[in-house]
């Protein structure tokens, strides 16, 4: 009963400062030779612009759980000093009246409004519920724009399964691209065994996404390019994915979401890839086809076992011909690197920000298979071909020129009719390979994820030291069950990864 009252009075003073512990107030102050000062009164880019737009007004949430309780004051402080002198961070976004731009303005930042302290009971029930919950709510609603647009909520007080406190932020997604925002944030860390030093991200060896090396490659590059701006095309105007468990209705993107993690070995997914010598990528893509098909077939199989007594859970419920894709992002820029945020936030200029993101629309097989290298093999047949196109760089170029003839207002119109139309957005951005620790808040894992799309489903996944995490946003009105496909996900790898295994096993012998 604890647990129901304290959830209705954070919903009552979401966005308010009843029920927020009073901290000492930080004051921070600029003048006109502030170096952030710079940036006024410049214009909102394009692809910022967009994430206004009704349909794409998206929010980034990146969940971070602590070793131990968390010292507000301490990391006030310090976010003073760092992400606070990031221009985009202490910046309104004002519209103007006459031309309906919107621009960025610099303003003095009151750190208290940002960083946000409910109190808690520390005997409440069931603590990872409540901090469940309370993030759920956060998806309920958005950021005034009187002030720039983020926020952190730390949950002290609170002990949860793998946490003794949990910090989260929330961005508005005109602030920057995931890739942008995890790199930023990781600019706020040290390592934990060394902390003069910064984390580092995994090298990825095939970063590059576009290898030519003849003339046939070229010609594949020019023909994979034109069947995806044909299907691109089609989805803009009449292409919808099949209407699965998973497809959320109209107006999915104003209803609150649900976030859930799941947590797996990195040294299992390692395994499989090590095991048919494919990329990580292909493993995680293929797990994701995988437990996809699962969570389908559970959920065929509730609705066809009505009034039926059928209780065979191996049957295939899965209908034939099921369209399913995913949008998912990739990110445009040669590089991102830590070191350079840690002296953009230093010096208070902006360097190479913003959102610079392309995405394709990745289709997948949903099936039961026999074999659940399958699901692996025709994850790396699909990707391979996104590998050697132009679809991001074509899905960014529509993007554009659609704006520059026709407006804001139709390329937000194009975006959202694109996305809704598939099933889900997937994202997967690397995390440090170090334990970090967050001003001297030693972090036990690390989760974004996002709000706000017109999709009822997203998965995230990101690296963290020795695990790799599937992070679900998921609309509770078609997903009632997010944790279920998180456990259809972690079964699908270790099904894979023991076939695998035997596979290799037989080879050897």
């Given at each position: 009963m604890k647990q129901s009252i304290s959830l209705s009075k954070y919903r009552k003073s979401m966005g308010s400062s009843e029920g927020l512990k009073s901290l000492k107030h930080i004051n921070t102050t600029t003048t006109k030779?502030?170096?952030?000062?710079?940036?006024?009164?410049?214009?909102?880019?394009p692809m910022a612009r967009l994430f206004h737009e009704p349909g794409s007004n998206v929010y980034i949430v990146s969940m971070m759980g602590c070793k131990t309780k968390i010292n507000p004051d301490v990391i006030k402080q310090n976010l003073v000093h760092s992400l606070v002198r990031h221009p985009r961070f202490?910046?309104?976004q004002v519209t103007d009246k006459e031309t309906g731009n919107i621009k960025w303005v610099p303003t003095n930042v009151n750190i208290d409004n940002h960083v946000i302290v409910p109190e808690i009971d520390p005997n409440i029930e069931s603590a990872d519920k409540f901090v469940e919950d309370y993030i759920s709510n956060l998806s309920r609603s958005s950021i005034d724009?009187?002030?720039?647009l983020w926020d952190l909520h730390l949950l002290n007080n609170i002990k949860t399964t793998d946490a003794e406190g949990t910090g989260v932020f929330r961005f508005h997604h005109s602030l920057g691209d995931g890739m942008s925002l995890m790199t930023l944030l990781l600019a706020c860390t040290r390592q934990a065994a060394d902390t003069d030093a910064l984390p580092t991200l995994p090298m990825n060896?095939?970063?590059?996404?576009?290898?030519?090396?003849?003339?046939?490659?070229?010609?594949?590059?020019?023909?994979n390019s034109f069947v995806a701006m044909m299907m691109f095309v089609c989805t803009g105007l009449f292409l919808k994915d099949t209407e699965t468990p998973l497809k959320g209705s109209a107006g999915v993107e104003n209803r609150p979401r649900?976030?859930?993690?799941?947590?797996?070995?990195?040294?299992?997914?390692?395994?499989?890839?090590?095991?048919?010598?494919?990329?990580?990528?292909?493993?995680?893509l293929g797990v994701t086809q995988a437990g996809l098909s699962r969570y389908l077939n559970y959920r065929y199989g509730?609705?066809?076992?009505?009034?039926?007594?059928?209780?065979?859970d191996k049957k295939d419920f899965i209908p034939k011909g099921v369209r399913l894709r995913a949008t998912f992002f990739f990110n445009l820029r040669a590089t991102t690197r830590i070191d350079t945020l840690v002296e953009s936030m230093k010096s208070g200029t902006l360097g190479r920000w913003g959102n610079q993101i392309g995405y394709v629309l990745l289709p997948f097989a949903i099936g039961l298979k026999r074999n659940p290298l399958d699901y692996v093999k025709e994850a790396k047949a699909v990707i391979d071909k996104k590998k050697v196109s132009l679809e991001p760089l074509f899905a960014y170029f529509v993007a554009s020129l659609v704006l520059k003839l026709f407006g804001i207002k139709a390329v937000g119109k194009l975006n959202h009719k694109v996305f809704f139309n598939t099933t889900l957005w997937f994202s997967n951005v690397p995390g440090p390979e170090q334990e970090v620790t967050f001003y001297g808040q030693d972090i036990t894992y690390i989760a974004p994820s996002c709000y706000g799309q017109p999709n009822a489903l997203m998965i995230h996944i990101v690296s963290y030291m020795d695990k790799l995490t599937f992070v679900i946003s998921a609309d509770e009105e078609t997903i009632p069950d997010p944790h279920r496909l998180g456990d259809d996900l972690v079964e699908s790898l270790q099904l894979i990864k023991a076939s695998a295994l035997a596979k290799e096993s037989t080879k050897d012998k």
């Open positions: 030779d502030d170096p952030r000062f710079k940036e006024e009164d410049q214009p909102l880019s202490s910046s309104l724009r009187s002030q720039p060896k095939d970063s590059a996404y576009i290898k030519v090396t003849s003339v046939w490659s070229v010609l594949v590059m020019l023909w649900r976030f859930v993690r799941k947590s797996v070995s990195l040294a299992d997914v390692k395994a499989v890839k090590n095991a048919m010598n494919v990329t990580l990528n292909d493993v995680v509730e609705i066809n076992r009505i009034g039926r007594g059928d209780h065979h």
